[in-house]
């Protein structure tokens, strides 16, 4: 969340709670709040990142609900061959057949 949306639900809640809005006082706290949440998580992705040892050219890929949604610093792009999503009709030995020719044109 940003701190826009922060802010409104907070906003939201404390209105649900005390049938009045966010004083200006209780904004800049939040504001403060989150501010150094960032910092903190910040921190710490950055140790894990240190830690991991991951450089600024790593190829990172991003899963999100066992979906491929991102692929950083791949130079030369990037071929996804997934044996999740083989329907029940396709030819197993097919498939395969083709993940063996992809990797072979890869290692050319």
């Known amino acids: 969340m940003n701190i826009t949306e922060v802010l409104k639900e907070c906003d939201t809640r404390h209105l649900n709670i ?3 809005g966010m004083s200006d006082a209780l904004i800049k706290i939040v504001k403060f709040a989150y501010t150094e949440g960032v910092k903190l ?4 992705a950055l140790r894990k990142i240190k830690e991991i ?3 600024k050219d790593t190829p990172i890929i991003e899963i999100s609900g066992g ?3 991102e692929v ?13 999503v083989i329907r029940e009709d396709d030819d ?3 498939q395969q057949t083709n993940l063996v020719k992809l990797l ?3 290692e050319a």
């Open 18 to 20: 005390v049938s009045i």
């Open 41 to 44: 998580a910040t921190e710490v």
């Open 53 to 55: 040892g991951i450089t």
């Open 67 to 69: 979906m491929l949604t």
């Open 72 to 84: 950083h610093n791949a130079p030369n792009g990037y071929v996804l061959f997934d044996w999740d």
């Open 92 to 94: 197993v030995e097919r």
């Open 104 to 106: 072979e044109e890869r």
